[in-house]
């Protein structure tokens, strides 16, 4: 009697044990990874646009150069004029996406923590990653 008191009590307290452990592995941790994730990937992109932009913006200025050397001086300021309003337009492109991107992972993040806090209700098989 007193070792089936003791084997029970000793199932209860693991029990117990298993599912608080079980919120330790969260979907919060989940949600932190794919914003981080959508964050780099947003930086990347902005970083790549911006040095494609200082790339066709350099040829630009390089071909205005020439321009100028051969007295040329309204073509001149045509290309330097374009080689800034392309630099300028990546630049704001970059931006963009990597807004858009940070926003769709802080809204995942969010709405992950928000499931973390309510896993009952939204984990109808009860499985905790």
């Known amino acids: 009697m007193k070792k089936s008191i003791v084997i029970g009590l000793s199932v209860l307290v693991l029990g117990s044990a298993v ?10 941790r ?4 794919i914003n981080q994730r959508l964050d780099a990937r947003g930086a990347r992109i902005n970083q790549h646009l911006d040095a ?4 066709i913006n350099d040829r630009f200025d390089a071909r205005a150069a020439r321009a100028r050397a ?17 630099e300028r337009h990546l630049d ?10 940070d926003r769709r992972g802080n809204r ?5 923590d928000r499931r973390d806090q309510n896993h009952g209700r ?5 499985y905790h990653r």
């Not at 608080?20 to 919060?28: C, E, I, L, V």
């Not at 989940?30 to 990874?33: A, E, K, L, Q, T």
């Not at 939204?122 to 009860?126: A, C, P, S, V």
């Open 19 to 28: 599912t608080a452990s079980a919120d330790d592995r969260s979907y919060d």
């Open 30 to 33: 989940r949600g932190d990874r």
């Open 52 to 55: 494609r932009g200082d790339r």
């Open 70 to 86: 051969d007295g040329k001086y309204k073509l001149a300021e045509r290309f330097d004029r374009k080689g800034d309003r392309i």
């Open 92 to 101: 704001k492109k970059g931006d963009r996406i990597e807004a858009r991107l």
């Open 108 to 112: 995942i993040d969010h709405r992950l």
């Open 122 to 126: 939204f984990d109808h098989n009860r």
